[in-house]
Protein backbone atom coordinates (compact mmCIF):
# COMPACT_ATOMS: atom_id res chain seq x y z
CA UNK A 1 0.00 0.00 0.00
CA UNK A 2 1.34 2.89 -0.82
CA UNK A 3 1.62 5.83 1.84
CA UNK A 4 -0.66 8.73 0.73
CA UNK A 5 -2.86 5.07 0.23
CA UNK A 6 -2.32 4.44 3.77
CA UNK A 7 -2.98 8.07 5.06
CA UNK A 8 -6.45 8.12 3.26
CA UNK A 9 -7.46 5.11 4.71
CA UNK A 10 -6.90 6.35 7.98
CA UNK A 11 -8.47 9.55 7.42
CA UNK A 12 -11.59 8.12 6.22
CA UNK A 13 -11.14 5.53 9.29
CA UNK A 14 -10.64 8.57 12.20
CA UNK A 15 -13.33 10.79 9.72
CA UNK A 16 -15.89 8.37 10.31
CA UNK A 17 -15.23 7.95 13.86
CA UNK A 18 -15.55 11.89 14.38
CA UNK A 19 -19.21 11.91 12.30
CA UNK A 20 -20.22 9.06 14.29
CA UNK A 21 -18.85 10.81 17.40
CA UNK A 22 -20.51 14.26 16.73
CA UNK A 23 -23.88 12.38 15.70
CA UNK A 24 -24.05 10.19 18.82
CA UNK A 25 -23.27 13.32 20.75
CA UNK A 26 -25.46 15.71 18.61
CA UNK A 27 -28.76 13.19 19.80
CA UNK A 28 -27.60 12.31 22.92
CA UNK A 29 -27.85 16.47 24.00
CA UNK A 30 -31.48 16.51 22.69
CA UNK A 31 -30.70 16.64 19.08
CA UNK A 32 -32.43 19.77 17.06
CA UNK A 33 -34.61 21.04 19.83
CA UNK A 34 -31.27 21.38 22.22
CA UNK A 35 -29.03 22.54 18.97
CA UNK A 36 -30.80 25.39 18.34
CA UNK A 37 -32.12 26.64 21.79
CA UNK A 38 -29.11 25.69 24.53
CA UNK A 39 -26.08 28.01 23.15
CA UNK A 40 -23.43 25.54 25.06
CA UNK A 41 -24.23 22.38 23.03
CA UNK A 42 -23.85 24.60 19.48
CA UNK A 43 -20.20 25.99 21.29
CA UNK A 44 -18.89 22.57 22.19
CA UNK A 45 -20.56 20.51 19.09
CA UNK A 46 -18.83 23.57 16.77
CA UNK A 47 -15.61 23.28 18.96
CA UNK A 48 -15.61 19.39 18.68
CA UNK A 49 -16.36 19.87 14.55
CA UNK A 50 -13.01 22.30 14.10
CA UNK A 51 -11.15 19.58 16.35
CA UNK A 52 -12.54 17.09 13.58
CA UNK A 53 -11.30 19.44 10.55
CA UNK A 54 -8.07 19.98 12.06
CA UNK A 55 -6.97 16.25 12.33
CA UNK A 56 -8.63 16.00 8.92
CA UNK A 57 -6.60 18.54 7.44
CA UNK A 58 -3.25 17.30 9.28
CA UNK A 59 -3.67 13.54 7.85
CA UNK A 60 -4.94 14.51 4.38
CA UNK A 61 -2.41 17.34 3.75
CA UNK A 62 -0.58 16.25 0.64
CA UNK A 63 3.15 15.84 1.48
CA UNK A 64 6.13 15.18 -0.39
CA UNK A 65 9.59 13.56 1.20
CA UNK A 66 12.80 11.69 0.14
CA UNK A 67 14.37 10.00 2.29
CA UNK A 68 17.38 8.02 1.74
CA UNK A 69 15.53 4.51 1.04
CA UNK A 70 13.50 6.28 -2.03
CA UNK A 71 10.71 8.04 -2.18
CA UNK A 72 7.32 9.02 -0.64
CA UNK A 73 5.15 10.37 -3.06
CA UNK A 74 5.15 10.61 -6.60
CA UNK A 75 4.03 11.67 -9.72
CA UNK A 76 0.97 9.09 -9.72
CA UNK A 77 0.25 9.53 -6.10
CA UNK A 78 0.10 13.52 -7.06
CA UNK A 79 -2.15 12.78 -9.93
CA UNK A 80 -4.54 10.74 -7.99
CA UNK A 81 -4.53 13.56 -5.10
CA UNK A 82 -5.68 15.84 -8.02
CA UNK A 83 -8.72 13.79 -9.03
CA UNK A 84 -9.90 13.22 -5.47
CA UNK A 85 -11.72 16.84 -5.88
CA UNK A 86 -13.86 15.43 -8.40
CA UNK A 87 -15.65 12.91 -5.43
CA UNK A 88 -15.82 15.88 -3.24
CA UNK A 89 -17.45 17.90 -5.56
CA UNK A 90 -20.00 15.21 -6.18
CA UNK A 91 -20.43 14.83 -2.34
CA UNK A 92 -20.56 18.17 -1.53
CA UNK A 93 -23.60 18.46 -3.97
CA UNK A 94 -25.22 15.66 -3.25
CA UNK A 95 -25.32 16.63 0.58
CA UNK A 96 -26.55 19.96 -0.42
CA UNK A 97 -29.15 19.06 -2.58
CA UNK A 98 -30.57 16.65 -0.04
CA UNK A 99 -30.68 19.27 2.59
CA UNK A 100 -32.17 22.41 0.05
CA UNK A 101 -34.99 20.11 -1.13
CA UNK A 102 -36.01 17.61 2.33
CA UNK A 103 -35.86 21.21 4.14
CA UNK A 104 -38.04 23.53 1.67
CA UNK A 105 -40.20 20.07 1.67
CA UNK A 106 -40.59 19.95 5.51
CA UNK A 107 -41.14 23.67 6.00
CA UNK A 108 -42.84 24.68 2.49
CA UNK A 109 -45.91 25.52 4.15
CA UNK A 110 -44.44 27.90 6.92
CA UNK A 111 -42.55 29.77 4.44
CA UNK A 112 -39.29 29.74 6.42
CA UNK A 113 -36.79 27.31 7.21
CA UNK A 114 -35.78 27.54 11.09
CA UNK A 115 -32.26 29.32 11.81
CA UNK A 116 -30.34 25.94 13.36
CA UNK A 117 -30.44 24.29 10.01
CA UNK A 118 -28.03 26.20 7.89
CA UNK A 119 -24.93 24.98 10.95
CA UNK A 120 -26.32 22.22 10.50
CA UNK A 121 -25.80 22.16 7.20
CA UNK A 122 -22.56 23.91 7.02
CA UNK A 123 -21.53 20.81 9.54
CA UNK A 124 -22.50 18.01 7.52
CA UNK A 125 -21.46 19.34 4.17
CA UNK A 126 -17.90 19.48 5.59
CA UNK A 127 -18.00 16.50 6.92
CA UNK A 128 -18.75 14.98 3.64
CA UNK A 129 -16.23 17.19 1.77
CA UNK A 130 -13.21 16.12 3.55
CA UNK A 131 -14.85 11.57 4.11
CA UNK A 132 -15.29 12.40 -0.03
CA UNK A 133 -11.46 13.37 -0.44
CA UNK A 134 -10.26 10.66 1.49
CA UNK A 135 -12.91 8.57 -0.70
CA UNK A 136 -11.85 9.97 -3.51
CA UNK A 137 -7.63 8.93 -3.14
CA UNK A 138 -8.96 5.48 -2.57
CA UNK A 139 -10.50 5.48 -5.65
CA UNK A 140 -8.15 6.71 -7.64
CA UNK A 141 -5.89 4.30 -6.21
CA UNK A 142 -8.11 1.29 -7.35
CA UNK A 143 -8.35 2.60 -10.56
CA UNK A 144 -5.02 3.30 -11.18
CA UNK B 1 -5.30 6.23 -17.89
CA UNK B 2 -6.05 2.62 -16.96
CA UNK B 3 -6.91 1.98 -21.27
CA UNK B 4 -3.85 2.86 -22.26
CA UNK B 5 -2.34 2.25 -25.63
CA UNK B 6 0.77 2.52 -24.43
CA UNK B 7 3.12 -0.93 -23.29
CA UNK B 8 6.55 -1.39 -21.82
CA UNK B 9 8.40 -3.90 -21.08
CA UNK B 10 9.42 -2.82 -17.58
CA UNK B 11 9.45 -6.34 -16.28
CA UNK B 12 11.18 -8.08 -18.73
CA UNK B 13 13.58 -5.11 -18.33
CA UNK B 14 14.19 -5.74 -15.04
CA UNK B 15 14.57 -9.77 -15.25
CA UNK B 16 17.39 -8.60 -17.75
CA UNK B 17 18.46 -6.12 -15.19
CA UNK B 18 19.85 -9.31 -12.62
CA UNK B 19 16.25 -9.60 -11.45
CA UNK B 20 16.08 -5.91 -10.37
CA UNK B 21 13.81 -5.35 -7.91
CA UNK B 22 10.59 -3.29 -7.91
CA UNK B 23 12.01 -1.36 -5.00
CA UNK B 24 15.30 -0.78 -6.70
CA UNK B 25 13.52 0.48 -10.10
CA UNK B 26 11.48 2.76 -8.27
CA UNK B 27 14.50 4.25 -6.12
CA UNK B 28 16.33 4.96 -9.45
CA UNK B 29 13.75 6.33 -11.27
CA UNK B 30 12.59 7.93 -8.15
CA UNK B 31 9.08 6.87 -7.94
CA UNK B 32 7.82 4.42 -5.47
CA UNK B 33 7.20 0.70 -5.99
CA UNK B 34 3.78 0.74 -5.76
CA UNK B 35 4.16 3.18 -9.46
CA UNK B 36 6.27 0.28 -10.62
CA UNK B 37 3.35 -2.16 -10.05
CA UNK B 38 1.27 -0.19 -11.81
CA UNK B 39 3.11 0.52 -14.71
CA UNK B 40 4.08 -3.37 -15.17
CA UNK B 41 0.29 -3.94 -15.00
CA UNK B 42 -0.52 -1.26 -18.09
CA UNK B 43 -2.46 0.57 -15.43
CA UNK B 44 -0.64 3.83 -15.11
CA UNK B 45 0.63 5.69 -17.99
CA UNK B 46 4.20 7.22 -17.05
CA UNK B 47 4.49 10.68 -17.98
CA UNK B 48 7.25 11.82 -20.23
CA UNK B 49 9.87 12.96 -17.44
CA UNK B 50 9.45 9.49 -15.55
CA UNK B 51 9.44 7.26 -18.68
CA UNK B 52 13.37 8.89 -19.91
CA UNK B 53 14.08 8.20 -15.62
CA UNK B 54 12.89 4.70 -16.38
CA UNK B 55 14.71 4.18 -19.19
CA UNK B 56 17.72 5.86 -17.91
CA UNK B 57 17.52 3.62 -15.37
CA UNK B 58 18.00 0.18 -17.74
CA UNK B 59 20.64 1.93 -19.45
CA UNK B 60 18.57 2.24 -22.93
CA UNK B 61 16.22 4.24 -24.89
CA UNK B 62 12.60 5.33 -24.25
CA UNK B 63 11.45 3.52 -27.12
CA UNK B 64 12.80 -0.10 -26.11
CA UNK B 65 10.77 0.33 -22.61
CA UNK B 66 7.89 2.03 -23.76
CA UNK B 67 5.65 0.63 -27.15
CA UNK B 68 2.70 3.10 -28.53
CA UNK B 69 0.12 1.22 -30.18
CA UNK B 70 -1.95 3.26 -31.93
Given at each position: ????????????????????????????????????????????????????????????????????????????????????????????????AAWVIG?TE??????????????????????????????????????? | ??????????????????????????????????????????????????????????????????????
Amino acid sequence: MAPLQKRALISLVLGLVWAVLLIVLFVARGGVETFSTDASTRILLSVLFVAMLLSMAFLGAPWKARTGRGVDVDERDLAILKRAPHVQLIAVMLTLAAWVIGLTEYYWEQGCIPVMWPYLMVFTTLIASTLAQSLGVLIGYRRS
Amino acid sequence: MGDAAIRNSIRRLRFDHDEMTQEELGRLAGCTRQTIISLEQGKYVPSLELAFRIARAFDTTIEDVFEFDG
